[in-house]
């Protein structure tokens, strides 16, 4: 009887509360000359006083960042800044997540963010045709 509860009620938070669709997140191609940027509003920099952001590579140990450079791109929301992340790889393929730190500790990690670095160049040659000697 209790197992058959138990299974009911499992079946009951699945109906309910769906689990949410997992889909594998693609790398994004990240080059020499490019940084990983998050965004994070200005009303919470005040609100939360926070004193910087951490930054956690591939599941290691978290990282001061400090407060990074910061820009306002066409793509960030209005309220907020868009703070930029040199990755500390040259190669290979990479994942990282960002949390914001206060006096009293540090907030929540963003979800994780796949990238893979491309070294050489990403543009093949064009217009190949036959040319004089």
Known sequence: MRLTRLCFAIFLACAVFPLP???AQTPAPIGPTDAIGFDYSD???TNFAVLGFEAQYDGGPWASLGIPASVVLPDTPAGSKTYKAISPFASGTHSVQFRSCNAAGCGSASV????AH???PTVAPGNVRKVPR
């Open 21 to 23: 669709n997992l889909v």
């Open 43 to 45: 009303a919470n920099m």
């Open 112 to 115: 994780p963010f796949a990238f």
């Open 118 to 120: 491309v070294n050489s």
